[in-house]
């Protein structure tokens, strides 16, 4: 069965300043990758998602994720956050045959002015 | 506007008292399903549904009944309710992609406490 592992509970980083999110995954099967976010108080949204094809997908407010199969990764990146990218963010798989998705335990992100 | 709606958004209940939480989706998906989420342990699955009358247990689905009865609506039951199923729940649908490439969409959560 799959499983996701995300490594920080919490990351605190400043404004404009980098961030990396950590998600490793388990499965005996091939994967499909997924990056929610959850805003407080709100329910959670798709950020960004990899199905196939290049490894390395992005969103439309400057998040990307890089699927390496070999480390069974799926790691969330941004160069330069902002205040509103506070947030809690999800890591989930769901494997190809499956429809369930199967998240992480979340990372809280809280940027500091 | 495509969305999933829970209702209510809050809720306060005693021990045993049965409840009932409404899950409506306006996007025709086959997919629905019910997660709870507790800090530090993500979201896990409680039951799930891929069509109308056929349902299916999650990972915790202890205490909890679903009826899928119509498309759009997923129902989530506590017959007697615990103290222990104090989380916030969220229901999620998603059309059948075959398996696991759909986005699945989130209603706002339903925050119970049982005392």
């Known amino acids: 069965a799959q499983s996701v592992t995300q490594l920080d509970s919490q990351v605190p980083v400043f404004e404009e300043a980098p961030v990396e999110l950590r998600c490793n995954y388990s499965?005996?099967?091939?994967?499909?990758l997924f990056w929610y976010v959850q805003y407080p108080n709100q329910g959670l949204q798709l950020l960004l998602k990899?199905?196939?094809?290049?490894?390395l997908v992005e969103s439309i407010n400057g998040f990307e994720a890089e699927f390496n199969k070999s480390q069974t990764s799926f790691h969330l990146r941004k160069p330069s956050v902002h205040i509103s990218d506070t947030a809690e963010y999800f890591c989930a798989v769901s494997e190809q045959g499956a429809q369930k998705l199967v998240f992480g335990q979340g990372t809280r992100l809280t940027i500091n002015p | 506007e495509a969305q999933v709606t829970q209702n209510p958004r809050y809720l306060i209940t005693v021990t045993g008292k049965k409840l009932t939480v409404t899950c409506s989706q306006n996007m025709n998906h086959e997919y629905m399903s019910w997660y709870r989420q507790d800090p530090g342990l993500g979201l896990r699955q409680i039951y799930y549904?891929?069509?109308?009358?056929?349902?299916d247990k999650g990972d915790v689905p202890e205490g909890y009944k679903v009826s899928r009865k119509e498309k759009r609506n997923f129902p989530l039951i506590l017959e007697s309710p615990s103290p222990n199923q104090t989380s916030l729940y969220f229901c999620?649908?998603?059309?059948?992609?075959?398996?696991?490439?759909?986005?699945?969409?989130f209603g706002q959560g339903t925050r119970l406490t049982v005392v």
């Open positions: 999620a649908s998603s059309f059948w992609s075959g398996g696991g490439s759909a986005e699945a969409f």
């Open positions: 499965s005996s099967v091939s994967v499909y």
């Open positions: 990899y199905l196939s094809g290049s490894t």
């Open positions: 549904s891929m069509n109308v009358e056929v349902t």
